[in-house]
């Protein structure tokens, strides 16, 4: 650590007591994507006192109102402008111990947001910006988690939001135009064995979010099930069939389609004429998720023809294949080194995760780096999920990113200009990005049938 390290640390230290209440609180408050309303303005609250003028997400023009804000941190020099997220979203996991309302940050990421307040702090202090250059957007985010499809689409309906996913209903309200590169950190749990606070793999999986209703007709289960089309039994077999379709799933597309049923709405005693299912088609690149989503929908289309009943399918685009910038990646992992030495850091320049972020359609159109602060023990997405050592989530996660922020724009920004320079991005600008999602959305009876009881079958997304 240098002497200009050491700075940024005390920074950082002078907040603790901040920083672990916001932790505290956060987790005592969790609410699930784009109803963050009690995080959204405790936090605003917060950087107000700090003297911050937030920009509110839902407040601006054109746009419905939804949680999440954004702060500029002007060097008052012309530079690169670098993003910080931090995710404002929880969980529905109604058996965690300590859940609230049925809800849990059982993926830490009030810890996030907890640590992005904390650097908002410290930016504050009269040498944070010395030497640099260019702007730092700490960005307050919602609804990274993927959930509610039903209450996401009703919101699609009514207009207050375009995208499931907040980072790219963000990126819709223009919050990311004008930024050059991006950092986030998540929380992670450093496993038996594995003494690492900070670690960081190449990317990880994209994904498409889907709604399958399957569509019968109710009579009485004892009585007359005969004049019944069972929807449960449909669905049920159109997850057989989907999982008979697994091993056609090329291994290198790192296919996931992990569907939930969203249960039945009425008594034992009456053959369930709906039955929703929930799920995701993961994969390695949008290509394959395409591919293997058409798969996935004939199947469920096959499965309400054998029954007699109908399925409505409604595809949407969840998030991008998520790449880490390598030469951005060697930064961060030098910043995290420096911070706590190296044998307590571990970057995996090869390693692909199956989960997603929303932090993958950000990577699509600027460099950018997701890496993970160790602190938490359990299972993330898990009823034991606990963040027990919020020093190393929270403190550590500020002090690597004020490194990095340092690392990035100071010498005239000039680590930043290279990396962005040299950065082929997969979309040449968000706008071309988002056109290409919209292509996802699908809406389709896919199973008509007609007075002679023949069928009609429309399952494909024929838009290009
Ligand atoms: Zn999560
Ligand atoms: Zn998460």
């Given at each position: 650590m240098n002497e200009r390290q050491t700075t940024l640390v005390n920074n950082a230290d002078k907040y603790r007591q901040m920083v672990l209440e916001a932790e505290r609180w956060l987790w005592k408050h969790p609410q699930t994507g784009y109803t963050e309303w009690e995080a959204h303005n405790y936090l605003v609250e917060k950087y107000q006192e700090l003297g911050y003028e937030p920009v509110l997400a839902g407040k601006i023009d054109g746009f419905g109102d939804i949680p999440g804000f954004y702060v500029d941190v002007n060097t008052g020099r012309e530079g690169p402008v670098l993003a910080v997220f931090g995710e404002l979203d929880a969980l529905d996991i109604a058996n965690h111990p300590e859940s609230v309302n049925g809800m849990t940050h059982c993926c830490g990421h009030h810890a996030q947001s907890a640590a992005l307040l904390g650097l908002a702090a410290a930016l504050k202090e009269e040498n944070a910006l010395d030497g640099l250059c260019g702007t730092i957007r700490l960005i307050a985010v919602p609804a990274e988690e993927m959930i509610q499809l039903n209450f996401r689409e009703e919101l699609r309906q009514k207009g207050v939001i375009k995208?499931?996913?907040?980072?790219?209903?963000?990126?819709?309200?223009?919050?990311?135009?004008?930024?050059?590169?991006?950092?986030?950190?998540?929380?992670?749990?450093?496993?038996?064995?594995?003494?690492?606070?900070?670690?960081?793999?190449?990317?990880?999986?994209?994904?498409?979010?889907?709604?399958?209703?399957?569509?019968?007709?109710?009579?009485?289960?004892?009585?007359?099930?005969?004049?019944?089309?069972?929807?449960?039994?449909?669905?049920?077999?159109?997850?057989?069939?989907?999982?008979?379709?697994?091993?056609?799933?090329?291994?290198?597309?790192?296919?996931?389609?992990?569907?939930?049923m969203m249960g039945v709405n009425c008594a034992v005693n009456i053959i369930p004429d709906e039955m929703k299912i929930e799920s995701y088609v993961r994969g390695k690149t949008l290509t394959a998720i395409k591919r293997e989503n058409t798969k996935v929908n004939r199947a469920m289309a096959g499965a309400a023809l054998a029954i007699g009943a109908g399925v409505e399918l409604r595809d949407r685009p969840g998030y991008a294949p998520e790449h880490h910038d390598k030469e951005f990646m060697k930064l961060v992992e030098s910043c995290c080194s420096d911070l706590v030495g190296e044998a307590r850091v571990r970057f995996d320049y090869e390693d692909w995760g199956t989960g997603s972020s929303d932090f993958g359609d950000i990577t699509c159109v600027m460099p950018g780096v997701q890496f993970n602060a160790a602190g938490a023990t359990g299972t993330f997405h898990g009823i034991d999920f606990d963040p027990s050592d919020p020093e190393r989530l929270c403190m550590n996660s500020i002090k690597a990113q004020l490194f990095v922020i340092d690392a990035l724009l100071s010498d005239e920004g000039s680590a930043a200009k290279k990396i962005v320079a040299a950065y082929e991005p997969e979309y040449p600008s968000v706008k071309a990005y988002l056109a290409a999602i919209d292509t996802m959305v699908l809406d389709k009876d896919a199973v008509v049938y007609d007075a002679n009881g023949n069928v009609t079958v429309d399952f494909q997304n024929t838009v290009e």
């Open positions: 995208y499931l996913g907040g980072k790219t209903e963000f990126m819709h309200r223009g919050i990311l135009d004008g930024v050059d590169l991006a950092i986030m950190v998540h929380g992670t749990a450093a496993g038996e064995g594995e003494p690492y606070d900070f670690e960081c793999g190449y990317g990880n999986n994209g994904c498409m979010a889907k709604t399958i209703r399957f569509k019968g007709k109710s009579s009485h289960a004892g009585g007359a099930p005969h004049l019944g089309i069972n929807a449960q039994y449909a669905a049920m077999l159109g997850l057989q069939a989907v999982n008979d379709l697994r091993e056609t799933f090329p291994d290198q597309d790192t296919i996931r389609f992990h569907p939930i």
